[in-house]
């Protein structure tokens, strides 16, 4: 899909809007786990999540092959939106974004904030991306699929980053949305020439992915009915499931009550907030915790984009509170 040099130039393009995100190793994380732990924190992006990297990279790229483009459409859950919306600010493009009903109203309160122009649309992603491909028609606006090579090539540059910080890695967990993070982990290591083990997450109410890995071919579900929005796919990108089931040794996954009790221990152990795909990837490291006792371990925290009211309802009735202290 692309080579090293490929990737270090979207680097550079990364790095001219951002700085590199930490890879912190949080000690309470590691006492929890057993393991030695280091977290690659995406929430500390300009958007909150990684996907920023990949709307960079695909619109500057875009804008030096097609100049003449005015502006972009897609589809979203949120941070692809957003990622979209901040790129194209910067590259004096305008920004379409469809959203399913009912999304998150914070997320899109940001997207508008970055300057899209925000339509909902539909029950789910899945209904939203099939009208924005129509609307692309009917506008001549870009359409932005929700994986492309180049997109990949921009997230990837965090693989790349952390995988430099620390390539003596045993196993990475990723999330799974639409596919270009774990994509990029396991181009990126591939291309170091590093042998870490890459683990996929996926909600137990949005899992296609896995039954995809499993069946060998796509297979996509009615629904995707997970509060952690960031993993609710429907139907998975046949080349992002060629990469991830040559790359990754398996997927992982996690019911919503599993991602809500590592969005706690991410606050309790380094205060720092995940939205639910951020917080995935721990809630998968803790349901294999005793096959890594004594490893080295990644985690992608993915994005920290998470409603209050989600927050509250995902945290607060399961806390209670004892001697002053907050039990979780």
């Not at 004096?92 to 925000?118: C, D, H, Q, T, W």
């Not at 980053?161 to 003596?168: C, G």
């Not at 995707?224 to 609710?232: E, K, Y």
Request: aromatic share 6%; net charge negative; glycine share 10%.
């Amino acid at each position: 899909m692309f080579d090293l040099g490929q990737l270090e130039l979207a680097q550079d393009v990364v790095g001219a809007a951002m700085p590199p995100t930490p890879a912190y190793a949080w000690p309470l994380l590691s006492e929890r786990l057993g393991a030695d732990v280091i977290v690659k924190h995406e929430n500390h992006t300009p958007i909150g999540a990684f996907k920023v990297r990949g709307g960079l990279v695909y619109l500057d790229r875009l804008k030096r092959e097609q100049p003449d483009t005015v502006g972009v459409i897609s589809a979203t859950r949120g941070n692809h939106g957003q990622s979209l919306a901040f790129a194209a600010s910067r590259y004096r493009m305008k920004a379409m974004i469809y959203v399913p009903s009912g999304n998150s109203v914070e997320k899109n309160r940001a997207m508008r904030a970055f300057g899209a122009e925000l339509v909902e649309y539909g029950e789910d992603f899945q209904a939203a991306r099939e009208e924005a491909y129509r609307r692309a028609e009917a506008t001549g606006l870009h359409i932005v699929p929700a994986f492309h090579p180049n997109l990949v090539l921009g997230v990837a540059t965090y693989a790349l980053e952390l995988l430099r910080k620390a390539p003596d890695l045993d196993v990475l967990y990723v999330p799974i949305g639409q596919g270009s993070g774990i994509c990029g982990c396991i181009l990126a290591r591939d291309l170091l020439g590093l042998t870490i083990e890459i683990v996929g997450v996926q909600s137990t109410e949005a899992p296609s992915y896995a039954l995809s890995f499993a069946a060998g071919t796509v297979v996509t579900t009615e629904t995707s009915n997970t509060l952690a929005d960031g993993l609710a796919t429907r139907v998975p990108d046949p080349d992002a499931l060629a990469i991830i089931r040559k790359g990754a040794s398996r997927i992982v996954q996690v019911t919503d009550d599993e991602v809500a009790a590592a969005i706690r221990a991410y606050w309790t152990d380094t205060h720092n907030l995940a939205e639910g795909a951020g917080a995935a990837a721990l809630a998968a490291a803790l349901q294999e915790k005793p096959k890594l006792r004594g490893k080295r371990v990644g985690l992608v925290l993915s994005g920290g984009n998470i409603d209050f009211e989600l927050f509250n309802r995902w945290i607060v009735p399961e806390t209670a509170v004892a001697g002053g202290k907050v039990l979780v």
